[in-house]
């Protein structure tokens, strides 16, 4: 599962369409103590949030808002309520771009085309319910053992 901090725009289609799939399961799972999923590393910052149901929800409109923008159709009414007005989520400068190195690598293997049109970009929008702070990569990575 990879609920990802940069900013859908940057997505190629399988990393737009696994985003949304990932983002459904952690819908499911967030609420829950047991089970599948449900101790996931990458849900550990939407758990911390003020309000998790509604951060999340937030952040999956995000992802449907730009795959309408390319002519997708996602089934937004799967998600379990509007897009609420919550704080963001903290994340570090060391996370946004260890997941930017990490999104490139897969662009570059699987679109190529996509890959190149950011190639020249350094430092990558993140998703709004981020906010980016000075620090390494989150203890809860797990990319990078």
């Known amino acids: 599962m990879r609920l990802w901090t940069i900013h859908p725009q940057y997505f190629d289609r ?22 599948g ?3 996931h590393p990458q849900l550990l910052r939407f758990r911390a949030a003020a309000e998790p149901q509604a951060t999340l929800r937030t952040f999956l409109h995000g992802i ?4 309408d923008s390319r002519g997708y159709h996602f089934a937004r009414e799967r998600i379990l309520g509007p897009a609420g007005r919550t704080g963001a989520i903290t994340v570090t400068a060391g ?18 085309r996509v890959a190149a049109r950011w190639s020249g970009l350094a430092v990558p929008e993140v998703h709004p319910v981020f906010r980016v702070v000075p620090g390494e990569i989150e203890p809860w990575e797990r990319g990078i053992r």
């Open 37 to 39: 999923y449900s101790h």
């Open 64 to 67: 449907a808002d730009e795959a």
């Open 95 to 112: 996370q946004r771009d260890f997941e930017w190195g990490h999104l490139n690598r897969k662009l570059l293997q699987r679109s190529p």
């Open 14 to 35: 399988q990393a737009l369409t696994a985003c949304w799939r990932e983002g459904l399961l952690a819908q499911s799972v967030l609420g829950k103590e047991e089970g």
